[in-house]
């Protein structure tokens, strides 16, 4: 996976899966999906605007999903934006997913970080890192994974490099 750039305000990265985009979207939108391979328990109706999550995060963050995820908008199987308040701060996390050789492409991004210390940025960074590779990993291997250990993603502004991978 490549590291996270940052951009206009967000960090973007791109991550490519040997599946296809319902197989995907299902992955970030289904309950039993969700459960997985992010969080203890969700509950989703799209068609009414109901993304929840609840009980610790899988990716080992001490933080818990309560209230904290809300859905802004869907477009199966291509498209889904969600809102997450981190540290007090209104995160926009967007999910693009679209085909390319060898399987698809999730670009995922982060809006809104600004307002966040670097420090929470980075850990955030690190915490989607994990659940994104933890993702792949559940859907290449069609059987849900043990979370992997917090992964230090490249954090780069204006090329330099804060954090480096691990």
């Known amino acids: 996976?490549?590291?996270?750039?940052?951009?206009?305000?967000?960090?973007?990265?791109?991550?490519?899966?040997?599946?296809?985009?319902?197989?995907?979207?299902a992955a970030l939108t289904e309950p039993a999906r969700l459960r997985q391979w992010l969080c203890e328990g969700a509950e989703v109706e799209l068609?009414?605007?109901i993304y929840r999550l609840w009980g610790r995060s899988l990716a080992g963050s001490p933080?818990?999903?309560?209230?904290?995820?809300?859905?802004?908008?869907s477009r199966a199987p291509e498209l889904l934006v969600l809102c997450q308040r981190y540290a007090g701060v209104e995160v926009e996390l967007e999910f693009i997913l679209s085909s390319t050789i060898g399987g698809l492409n999730i670009q995922?991004?982060?809006?809104?970080?600004?307002?966040l210390a670097d420090?929470?940025?980075?850990?955030?960074?690190?915490?989607?890192?994990a659940a994104l590779l933890n993702l792949r990993g559940q859907?290449?291997?069609?059987?849900?994974l043990a979370m992997p250990p917090l992964v230090s993603?490249?954090?780069?502004?204006?090329?330099?490099?804060?954090?480096?991978?691990v």
């Open 119 to 129: 420090a929470e940025r980075i850990r955030l960074a690190e915490s989607w890192s």
């Open 108 to 115: 995922f991004s982060m809006r809104g970080l600004d307002e």
């Open 153 to 165: 993603a490249a954090l780069e502004q204006g090329g330099r490099t804060l954090l480096r991978s």
């Open 47 to 49: 068609e009414r605007g």
């Open 139 to 144: 859907i290449e291997n069609a059987q849900p």
């Open 1 to 25: 996976m490549q590291g996270f750039k940052r951009c206009a305000g967000m960090l973007r990265t791109n991550l490519v899966v040997r599946a296809g985009k319902p197989q995907v979207f």
């Open 63 to 73: 933080g818990q999903w309560a209230d904290a995820v809300q859905l802004i908008a």
